[in-house]
C-alpha cells in the first residue's frame, strides 16, 4: 500500500512542475497498489453469460435463415402461379400511375423552375443595386451602428442583471 509521503511527494511535484520527477513519483505511488483482479466465481458466471449470449445468437441466426428459405420456398411457386393474372393488372395499374403523374410532376418542375429563375433575377438585380459603392459604404455603416448597438444593450443587461448599474 502506498504510504502518505509518496503521495504528498508526487503532488508536490505536480504543483512545481518538474515533469520527469512527476512521473517517477507517480509510477512509484502506484506500482505500490494492490492489483485487483476477480473472483473465480465471478469470472465463472461472466464466462456462461457470454456463451449463453453466443448459442442465443447462433439459434437466432440459424432460424432467420430457415425462416428466410421457408418464405423463399412458398412465395416464389404461389408468384410464378399468380403471374398470368397478376402480371397484366400489375404493368396496368403501373401505366396509369405513371401516365397520370408524370405530366403533373413535369408541369410542376417547370413552376418551380420558372420561380427559381425568377428569385436568381431578382437577387441579380438586388445585388447590382447594393454593389455600387456609395450603397455598400452606406450598408456597412448600418451594420456597424447595429452591432454597437447590440453591445451597448448586452453591456446595459449585463450590468443590471448584477446589481451595478448606475442612472
Request: charge should be neutral; hydrophobic fraction near 55%; include cysteine.
Amino acid at each position: 500500500m502506498p504510504s502518505r509521503e509518496e503521495l504528498e511527494r508526487w503532488l508536490l511535484d505536480e504543483q512545481s512542475e518538474q515533469d520527469e520527477a512527476a512521473d517517477a513519483s507517480f509510477a512509484q505511488l502506484f506500482t505500490g497498489l494492490p492489483r485487483i483482479e476477480p473472483r473465480a466465481a465471478f469470472v465463472d458466471r461472466t464466462v456462461q453469460a457470454v456463451w449463453q449470449a453466443h448459442a442465443r445468437r447462433r439459434r437466432a441466426l440459424v432460424l432467420t435463415w430457415a425462416a428466410a428459405a421457408l418464405i423463399a420456398v412458398v412465395t416464389v411457386p404461389l408468384a410464378y402461379a399468380a403471374m398470368p393474372y397478376l402480371g397484366p393488372w400489375a404493368i396496368r395499374t403501373f401505366a396509369f400511375a405513371t401516365s397520370h403523374s408524370v405530366p403533373w410532376l413535369i408541369a410542376y418542375t417547370r413552376v418551380a423552375l420558372d420561380s427559381w429563375w425568377t428569385l436568381v433575377r431578382v437577387g441579380g438585380n438586388v445585388a447590382a443595386a447594393i454593389t455600387t459603392p456609395a450603397h455598400a459604404a452606406a450598408l456597412v455603416c448600418v451594420e456597424l451602428v447595429g452591432i454597437l448597438a447590440f453591445f451597448a444593450l448586452l453591456k446595459l443587461v449585463r450590468t443590471e442583471r448584477f446589481g451595478d448599474a448606475h442612472v
